[in-house]
């Protein structure tokens, strides 16, 4: 039985989607004006767990991951550029595509953009206005009235009192209420813009996402994720759009990953301490990326540090040293780790208990196989389909285990080989010295050899 933290009502509740055997997810993506760093990271591979358990689970999951290709900060990095918007956006989409496929993060099933739903957008606005929710400025700006929605805050526990008491008044602003936001804006000269009731303009970052969910899913979602930071605004604001414009609730569950923090200090471009994903790839390889990510809680914070990373490529090394040489096979004996598993996932997603399953069979793999290499093999297969769930241990042992970070000089794999035969030949010539010279000369080169009954193979330390 799953269970899931719901952010909406503070408690551990049982996963019900709102039709049984399917689940509508929705996920905030990304705003992309640059590359993707590790925050990024982190919603892209939490919430592809997520799908890959509820579909391993039986559900049928329509999984829906929206991109931010208008906004202030697209339209400012443009203009810093002197380049089309359009021209930008095209060029970070490719590279979060690329980033995501390089963390082993499975497509969303679509991934709307802002600029191919204006006329959803237009359409929410317009049902607001209808409704009371909304008001048209005379310069062509729409706005949302916060007062008019009852149970704002709800998501984010603020009361519209204190929010009242804390918000600060714009020079010459003419919204109703200082807490009030934009749904629609009049165009600025130069900016891109496109035509309404209400004069050229574009909309406001909240309203994208409720026009672009809805669309895709419908007037509930059974899931709706992102990052811990977007609770508030950006999501109590996505509650009060979508449900003064359908009069229907929005979604039954609400998911939310924790924060990224760098050496225990919350990650900040202006401290310096700013990672993107690329610049992580070049020393680590990316399924030791997402073993970090995954070895903490998704609602826990995650700390990234080199220990942290270099405990995430020890266990790996451990997992696919004790598949190396052995060919999946079916059969039982694994059922216990596979219900262990289970109940670690339907434990809101627990990955690090999940983690420590796949430990435990490991040392079982490797007691057994001394003995036993057939049921070893069945081990291994129980593993692998584990850890597929997890979106890891899905390379051939050998390729991993001879990975090499981009940023990391030595010996290719070629050179590797042929000093390996130089001292099998070495070896069996019985000229131990140069045998020993060469495997430290491949440990100097953070090589690593083991010599086993099926021959001699090689790692990189």
Known sequence: ML?????LTNEKERFIPLEQGKVRMYVCGMTVYDLCHLGHARVLVVFDVICRYLRASGFDVTYIRNITDIDDKIINRANENAEPYGELTERFIQAMHEDAAALGVLPPDAEPRATTHIDQI????????????????????????????????????KSIEDLRAGARVEVNDAKREPLDFVLWKAAKPGEPSWASPWGEGRPGWHIECSAMSTCCLGDTLDIHG??????????????????????????????????????????????GNFFTVREILRHYQAEEIRYFILSSHYRSPLNYDEEHLQNARAALTRFYTALRDLTAADGSGAEAYLERFNLAMDDDFNTPEALAVLFDLTREINRVRRS??????????????????????????????????????????????????????????????????????????????????????????
């Open 122 to 157: 237009i359409a929410m606005v317009t049902r607001l206005i209808e409704n009371g929710h909304a008001y048209a400025l005379d310069n062509g700006d729409v706005y949302f009235s916060v007062a008019s929605f009852r149970g704002y805050g709800r998501l984010s526990g």
């Open 372 to 461: 036993d290499d057939g049921q070893a093999a069945i081990l291994a297969a129980a593993l692998i389909r584990m850890g597929a769930v997890l979106g890891i241990l899905q390379q051939e042992p050998e390729d991993y285990l001879r990975g090499c970070p981009m940023d990391r000089q030595g010996l290719s794999d070629q050179e590797i080989d042929a000093l390996i035969q130089q001292r099998l030949e070495a070896r069996a010539a019985r000229n131990w010295a140069e045998a020993d010279r060469i495997r430290d000369q491949l440990k100097a080169g953070d090589v690593l050899l083991e010599d086993g009954p099926q021959g001699t193979s090689w790692r990189r330390v």
């Open 3 to 7: 269970k899931v933290y719901n952010d």
């Open 226 to 271: 992102g990052g811990a930071d977007l609770t508030f605004p950006h999501h109590e604001n996505e509650i009060a759009q979508s449900e003064g414009a359908t009069g229907k609730p929005f979604v039954r569950y609400w998911l939310h990953n924790g924060f990224v923090r760098i050496n225990d200090e919350k990650m900040s471009k202006s401290l």
